[in-house]
């Protein structure tokens, strides 16, 4: 088997032990050879098990209680919070790097009455200008803040909820295409049921969108409650959430009925119309799921997640459809068209047998402790990962992958004690940029009196491909030569980590082979878009090509319009006629460039030609400018002596 693509490190997910197959394995040079890795199918190669490593235990000084996903920042490092602990015991932000160095960024009510908030809830967003901002659940005036910190630690509150327009904010901040901030309120508004709001990043304008329970019917509202997830904002510019209550069903048909609804999936577009597409329970059993629970009339509503192929995907933490012998399904996870059509594509418990009774994860959500709400991301594999709070295993919660279409594996059971202080809970996941998934688990982790006897949280990362699987020895190589390709764990190969090399016939033979150079045309000259293109052209800022043809070939011609031009050309091969030189007689503005044109610091173009301003007939011969520095934008043309602005320089002969 050839490869089709290059490579340095192939990470797949994979099982068993190390086999050795005699495929060929094709390297690729560019210029200089970078030898590539193997491809995926090429070997099978065990992977480490899949398990999540501790990078941080809180402790309660540092903080108690991590909530909310991680975000990572500009610099490389994740940034998160805790509800509680910290210096001041009002929450903190903290930094930790990809290997778990943590430090404390932020510690919350270090002033009276903590008005700079207390509890931070839900997470932190990354803003365009390079700063964070989140929310906290109580503080400032007592129904919670709004603030912006720096990667520093420099917090400035931006706004104080009050109630009527808002109280405890929760769920994660968005920051839409237009700049602003969007986020959601669990009560307070017009109606004391929660609320959408719009914030400028500043922090100077302060919005309420809409409020629930503006559709009030027979005790119910149609609209939705308690809207604590946040909201996305989809391809079509409108944002999309979901409430924990609400919606036009209340009853289930087999266990108490949702008091107020079991909430709904809406739509809301910036203007504040509001459409609700989906009111969950509206069948008997509530087979799609439902936001509270009818047995303990917990709330719990979480985020959706718009996937490449266009469908929204969420979670619902209670409800679906009972797997036998199970006393109440755990929560559903559900697909969704952009016209509201919903599908469960999977109900956690239904997988259940005597022996693991919830090895696929179990509620997956609790108001109680689950910040953000439960949600889903869509990796770079193209597959959906998200955590359940409890179940697995050890029923401490999972990691779980899941296709588009719906087919479900558990890849972690986390564990919490004395010889497994992984931590207990996990919250909504992150993937790095080193691939990588990162998130948090609320409880558990080293076993600390400052949080009730129990452990105070961790912070974890999860690779579900396993290691780098192989490189090679030497990295680089010129054509023809020969590769080592070695497991980058040698424990796991008994040749000590060779798994191909050419001095062993019985494994692959590995050879560094360029690949087949492909050209495409992308433009034809002629006597219409120029001729003689002579110099190199440039990549413009903008991504397109820019470049000069020298005109016709023996030197200057008395036909107008063929002395030269300036060109653009996209990658994709459309040509477009900048300037054309010479467009009267003795050419004023230069004829003939042979050579390249330079993009400066202002955008403009720059470049030279050969001749500039003909003798006129019967004039004395003198020293004439041969050499005019020239300078535009796009098109039209600027001349450098039209606008003094422009740098300009002769050549006198």
Known sequence: MQANYIAKTLNQPSSGTTQRRKDNAQFGKLGTLLAGILVCGVMAIAASAQTAKTLATFNGANGFLPVGPLVQGSDGNFY???????????????????????????????????????????????GNNGDFYGTTFLGGNGNGTLFKITAEGSLTTLHLFNGNAGSG???????????????TTTTGGAFKAGT?????????????IYSFCSQASGGLCADGVHPGGGVIQGTDGNLYGMTSMGGNYNFNGTFPSCPGGCGTIFRLTPQGALTTLHAFCAQATCPDGANQDPLSTLLQNGFLLQASNGNFYGMTSFMGTPALGSLIPGGTIFVMTPAGELTTLHTFCSTSTPLSPFADGEFSGSSLIYASGPGLIEASDGNLYGTSLT???????????????????????????????????????????????????????????????????TVFSFDPWGKPLAETLPEFGEIGSQADIRDTDPTETA?????????????????????????????????TNGESPVAPVIQGTDGNFY????GIPGGYTTNLGQNGNVFKVSPAGTETVLYTFCRTSLCPDGAQPAGPVVEGKDGNFYGLTQLWRLRKQNELPRCRERHLWYGFQGHPYRQAHDDPSLLRASWMS
């Open 391 to 457: 179940g697995g295993a050890n029923n401490e919660g999972v990691i779980f992958q899941m296709t588009l279409s719906g087919t479900l594996a558990v890849k972690h059971s986390f564990c919490n004690g004395i010889n497994c202080p992984d931590g207990a809970s996990p919250q909504a996941l992150v993937q790095g940029t080193d691939g990588k998934l990162y998130g948090v688990l609320t409880f558990g982790g080293i076993i600390n009196a400052a949080c009730g006897g129990t452990g105070c949280g």
């Open 547 to 550: 470049g000069t043809t020298y």
């Open 80 to 126: 998160g919070e805790t509800y509680a602990g910290g210096a001041h015991n009002g929450g903190s932000i903290f930094k930790i790097t990809p290997t778990g160095v943590r430090t404390t960024v932020y510690s919350f009510c270090p002033v009276p009455n903590c008005a700079d908030g207390l509890g931070p809830w839900g997470g932190l967003l990354l």
């Open 169 to 183: 904010p929760s769920g994660r901040l968005i920051q839409a295409k237009d700049g602003s901030l969007y986020g």
């Open 495 to 527: 040749a000590g980590g060779l798994i191909a090399s050419a001095a062993d016939p019985s494994v692959a033979s590995v050879s560094v082979q360029a690949p087949t150079p492909k050209v495409k045309t992308l433009v034809n000259f002629n006597v």
């Open 196 to 208: 959408v709001y719009q914030i400028s990043a500043s922090g100077a304008d302060f919005r309420v």
